[in-house]
Structures are given as C-alpha cells and as structure tokens.
C-alpha cells in the first residue's frame, strides 16, 4: 500500500500514548510534510509494535521515549530511543537473531519468546531496508531502520 509513513508512524504512537499503564513520556519529531511510501501497513505495524513494546518493557519509570523520521534523499530513517537498560556492546548484533534474548534470567520475567527483531528484520530487509541498533549500557537503546523512499514520487502527490 502507499501511505504516508508520517501519519501511519503517528497514529501507531497515539495508540501507544493512549494504552500506555508506566510513566513513560513520549517525544516525537516527525517531519511536517508528507512522506509517500509504498509498504506492507500489518507488517511494518507489527515491526514498529514490536520495537515499541521492546522500548517500553525496558524503560523505567520515569523514562522517555523518542520517535524520529529523518528524510534523507533516497531514504526515511526511523528510530525509537528509550532510556532503558541498555544492550552491551558485542550483544548488538546478535538481537536480531532469532530466539536471541541478552539475559535469560532477566528477560524471562518480562516474557516474549525472542522473535520479535528477527521477523523486523526479515521485513525491513524484504522492504530493502536495513534495521540496527545503538545502545549505551545504563543509558538507553536506539532502534532504528531504513525505508527506501523515492524522491521522484513526491510531485505526484502535490
Ligand atoms: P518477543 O518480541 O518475541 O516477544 P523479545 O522482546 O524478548 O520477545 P526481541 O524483540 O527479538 O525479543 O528482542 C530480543 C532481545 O533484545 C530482548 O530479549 C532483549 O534482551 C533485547 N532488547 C530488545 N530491545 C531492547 C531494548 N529497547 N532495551 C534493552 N534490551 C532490548
Ligand atoms: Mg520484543
């Protein structure tokens, strides 16, 4: 389908926003303008729900989450950062295989089977994308990935 992701990501953040139980904030910076581009909606719904459940079980309270779109020239970046626990450094990788969980014991608690990166990362991929991760230990995780995007698309629109 073709959306505008800025509307689609914001409209998955206000259902966050409404059902969230923590005290957690939200911060968005999206672009003002309209971003047109073709996706799968379910699937980039479930990636984005997965990152944002990720987000929210590991933030403390208090926490805050930032959602990001960059327009780059041939690409959107996309990116929730929380303040959470953080992923060590050679772990970084390896969230994004399957059945991957950083510490068994303390993830078992929180539930979830593992699965959630690696099925966003065979979507992003199957969407010519790239998913990756930046974390500082004790400070908090950034998500982000990439949506190829067509400039040449734009003047249809307008
Ligand atoms: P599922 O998504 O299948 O319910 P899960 O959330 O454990 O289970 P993934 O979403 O694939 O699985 O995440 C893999 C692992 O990466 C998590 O178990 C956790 O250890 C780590 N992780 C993911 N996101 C964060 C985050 N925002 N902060 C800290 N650790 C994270
Ligand atoms: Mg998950």
Redesign the pocket.
């Given at each position: 389908d073709w959306v505008d992701f800025v509307d689609f990501y914001q409209r998955i953040i206000d259902r966050f926003e409404m059902g969230r139980s923590q005290k957690v904030t939200f911060q968005t910076k999206l672009p003002k303008d309209a971003i047109y581009v073709e996706i799968d909606t379910d699937k980039l719904t479930q990636v984005l729900d997965?990152?944002i459940?990720?987000?929210l079980?590991?933030?403390p309270e208090g926490g805050q989450l930032r959602f990001k779109v960059e327009k780059k020239e041939k690409e959107i970046i996309v990116s929730?950062a929380?303040q959470?626990?953080?992923?060590p450094r050679e772990?970084l990788k390896k969230?994004?295989e399957r059945f991957?969980?950083?510490?068994k014991a303390?993830?078992r608690q929180?539930?979830?089977?593992?699965?959630?990166?690696?099925?966003?990362k065979e979507v992003i991929t199957a969407h010519g994308g790239r998913i990756w991760?930046s974390?500082v230990e004790g400070r908090?995780?950034t998500?982000y990935f990439s949506l190829p995007f067509d400039p040449t698309n734009e003047d249809e629109w307008s």
């Open positions: 997965n990152i459940s990720n987000a079980k590991y933030s929730v929380d959470g626990m953080g992923i772990n969230i994004f991957y969980r950083v510490d303390r993830t929180l539930g979830g089977t593992g699965l959630g990166l690696a099925i966003a991760a974390s908090g995780t998500i």
